[in-house]
């Protein structure tokens, strides 16, 4: 019988995350669909319910439903757990069991760019929920410095002291963040300055950033924010948040399917649906 994926998520039309998986399941002779449904906040519970009522077989969540599942799943790894959300699911026998690949697919991403990941100073900008997932997958992925600036200084140190993982991390200023921007390897870019319609603004000045350093920002609309361009321009290499959403893709996937897919071919389709 056909197999049942999708993702849901309010709004919901201009999600990548179908034609990457049909692609997907195409290209290896799975009998599968994936489609978007566009579920409310008040219709989480029903949703969560009818689909394992149907029998799907693994979906994707999305905004704003990524917290909020938790209480309706059977099992939640536990990642996932400490991070708080959940993007992914899988029917296991019967049972919803949730995970999160949104920070593991940043730390593949991460990956693809350097090997020795672990000895790299790194900083993230921002303590959203974005910052919460990436921070919380590095530490468990080993790299044993990473600090935080944050707008609000309250939720960077949140953020540090709820932290699971052995870390050694300090929550820094602006002023000290824009300074120190040499001393990073990795300087991660998490807030939602510089999406549309703010492509304009800067999370923080860039004059320090230099070749030494991979400077990654979440955001991929548009492809290249000022700050990566800023990044650039100073011999830094760049990565766009197009990494963090394919390997989110492609770990969800693996988990469905037991398949570690092509990036290569995802990447191309993302980028073809971005236009
Ligand atoms: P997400 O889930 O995408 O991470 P979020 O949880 O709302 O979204 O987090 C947004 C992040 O972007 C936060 O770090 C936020 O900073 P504050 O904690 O100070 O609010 C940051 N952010 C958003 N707009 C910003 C702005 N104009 N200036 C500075 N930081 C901003």
């Avoid at 693809?112 to 990436?134: Q, V």
């Avoid at 950033?209 to 991929?220: E, F, G, W």
Wanted: hydrophobic share 45%; with cysteine; net charge negative.
């Amino acid at each position: 019988m056909k197999k049942l994926f999708g993702v849901i998520g309010d709004p919901i039309a201009h999600s990548m995350s179908p034609a990457m998986h049909n692609d997907l399941f195409e290209l290896y002779g799975i009998d599968a669909v994936y489609l978007p449904f566009h579920v409310s906040k008040g219709n989480l519970e029903a949703a969560v319910k009818g689909l394992k009522a149907l029998g799907v077989s693994g979906f994707n969540v999305t905004i704003p439903h990524k917290t909020d599942i938790i209480p309706y799943l059977d099992k939640v790894d536990p990642l996932a757990r400490a991070i708080g959300a959940v993007n992914t699911v899988k029917n296991e026998n019967g049972l919803l069991v949730g995970y999160n690949t949104d920070g593991p697919g940043f730390v593949k991403g991460l990956e693809s760019m350097a090997a020795d990941l672990a000895s790299r100073s790194a900083l993230i900008i921002g303590a959203g929920g974005a910052a919460r997932a990436i921070y919380f997958s590095m530490a468990q992925a080993g790299i044993e410095k990473i600090d935080i600036y944050n707008r609000t200084t309250d939720k960077a140190e949140e953020l540090v002291s709820s932290c699971p993982y052995k870390v050694e991390s300090k929550v820094i200023g602006r002023v000290a963040a824009e300074k120190s921007l040499a001393y990073y390897q990795l300087v991660i870019q998490t807030t939602s300055i510089g999406m549309v319609p703010d492509t304009e603004n800067l999370p923080l000045l860039p004059e320090n950033l230099t070749q030494n350093s991979i400077v990654s920002d979440i955001i991929y609309n548009p492809l290249q924010t000022k700050f990566l361009k800023e990044a650039a321009k100073r011999g830094a290499a760049v990565q766009n948040g197009v990494g963090m959403f394919v390997f989110q893709g492609a770990l969800a996937f693996e988990i469905w399917t037991g398949i570690f897919p092509d990036i290569e071919r995802m990447e191309t389709n993302v980028l073809r649906n971005l236009g």
